[in-house]
């Protein structure tokens, strides 16, 4: 099993910048990947950014490429998401996600197999 906890959110105003975190705790060393994802008030949950934990491939969403980056520290069991230049549309809660093995759905597919609580990021006009 795998226990994942978010933290970093809160308000910011438009053009600022926050870092969320996630540490992992459990079986980590069967994380196949870790993702980020969140869901707005009546929308779908949608792909953010992930990161393979033992090749580093980093993947983004074409909403956030050039703004967010994602990365990771093995050591601390963590993924960090850095997210600059928010927007409103931004606003969301945030999800970390870890797949526990390989999968054949694509990185963006929401397919992960254990979900961090959340972390709410609003973003003021």
């Known amino acids: 099993q795998v226990q994942l906890v978010e933290s970093g959110g809160g308000l910011v105003q438009a053009g600022g910048s926050l870092r969320l975190s996630c540490v992992a705790s459990g079986r980590t060393f069967s994380s196949y990947a870790m993702g980020w994802f969140r869901q707005a008030p009546g929308k779908e949950r949608e792909f953010v950014a992930a990161i393979s934990w033992s090749g580093g491939n980093t993947y983004f969403a074409d909403s956030v490429k050039g703004r967010f980056t994602i990365s990771r520290d093995n050591a601390k069991n963590t993924v960090y998401l850095e997210m600059n230049s928010l927007k409103p549309d931004d606003t969301a809660v945030y999800y970390c996600?870890?797949?526990?093995?390989?999968?054949?759905?694509?990185?963006?597919?929401?397919?992960?197999?254990?979900w961090g609580q959340g972390t709410q990021v609003t973003v003021s006009s």
């Open positions: 996600a870890t797949r526990a093995r390989f999968s054949i759905a694509p990185i963006h597919s929401p397919a992960y197999d254990y």
